[in-house]
C-alpha cells in the first residue's frame, strides 16, 4: 500500500532563513506525481510545487524547491528566503492511480512557523 | 477564473440530522475529489468523479455518506443521520484531466467545516 510519511510535526525557521521539510513514500509504482501543499489558518489547500517521477530534475517554484530522490523515495521542500507568509500547515501527497481512478495519499503535515 | 468554491462555509447541526455540502468546481475541469480532513485522520479520500465515468466510491467511510455530480459540474456531498465523529473540514478539488502531471493537478476549494452536536 502507498503510504507518506512526514517526519517532522513542527518546525520553525527565523524570516529569510532557508528551511527544508522531509517527506518519504512507499510505492511499487514507477511513474507517479508527488504534491507538496500548504494550508495557512485560513484553511485554503493551495498548491505549492509538483514533481513527475519520471523527471530526473527537481521542481522548482520562486523560492520553493524539491530534493526528488526516486531510488531513496524521499521528496523534500526547500523554502528559500522564508517569509512570514509562508506560516501553514505544510502536506506532502502522493497521487495513487489505479485504472482510471485518481487519488491523493497524504501525509500528516509539517507544522512551520516563520518568526520575524 | 474562479477557483473552486464551496458553501456553506460552515455548517452546525444536530446528530440524526441529514446535511449537503456544495462543490462548484473549476469551470472546464473534468475530474471532481471530496476528502475528509479531521485531527484524528488527517486527509482521507472519500469520492472521484471523472466525466462521465462512474465514480469511484471506495473512500465514502459508511453507507450514510453520498455523492453526485450534476452536469458534469456542480457535485454535492450528503451525509445521513449525521454522527459526531462525521465533524471535520470536507474539502473539493477539481482538476483538469488528463494525464500529463497539469491534467492531474488537483486545486482544492476553502472546504466547508462540518460540526456534528
Known amino acids: 500500500a502507498q503510504t507518506v510519511t512526514q517526519s517532522q510535526p513542527e518546525m520553525s525557521v527565523q524570516e529569510a532563513e532557508t528551511v527544508t521539510l522531509s517527506c518519504t513514500y512507499d510505492?511499487?509504482?514507477?511513474?507517479?506525481?508527488l504534491f507538496w501543499y500548504k494550508q495557512p489558518p485560513s484553511r485554503q489547500m493551495i498548491l505549492v510545487i509538483r514533481q513527475e517521477a519520471y523527471k530526473q530534475q527537481n521542481a522548482t517554484e520562486n523560492r520553493f524547491s524539491v530534493n526528488f530522490q526516486k531510488a531513496a523515495k524521499s521528496f523534500s521542500l526547500k523554502i528559500s528566503d522564508s517569509q512570514l507568509g509562508d506560516t501553514a500547515m505544510y502536506f506532502c501527497?502522493?497521487?495513487?492511480?489505479?485504472?482510471?481512478?485518481?487519488?491523493?495519499?497524504w501525509g500528516l503535515g509539517t507544522s512551520l512557523a516563520v518568526n520575524p | 477564473g474562479a477557483g473552486v468554491s464551496q458553501s456553506p462555509s460552515n455548517k452546525v447541526t444536530e446528530k440524526g440530522k441529514d446535511v449537503e455540502l456544495r462543490c462548484d468546481p473549476i469551470?472546464?475541469?473534468?475530474?471532481l475529489y471530496w476528502y475528509r480532513q479531521s485531527l484524528g485522520q488527517g486527509l482521507e479520500f472519500l469520492i472521484y468523479f471523472q466525466g462521465n465515468s462512474a465514480p469511484d466510491k471506495s473512500g465514502l467511510p459508511s453507507d450514510r455518506f453520498s455523492a453526485e455530480r450534476t452536469g458534469g459540474s456542480v457535485s454535492t456531498l450528503t451525509i445521513q443521520r449525521t454522527q459526531q465523529e462525521d465533524s471535520a473540514v470536507y474539502l473539493c478539488a477539481s482538476s483538469p484531466g488528463g494525464t500529463s502531471g497539469l491534467g492531474e493537478t488537483q486545486y482544492f476549494g476553502p472546504g466547508t467545516r462540518l460540526l456534528v452536536l
Open positions: 469551470s472546464g475541469h473534468t475530474a
Open positions: 501527497a502522493f497521487m495513487k492511480r489505479n485504472g482510471n481512478n485518481r487519488k491523493l495519499i
Open positions: 510505492t511499487s509504482e514507477n511513474n507517479y506525481y
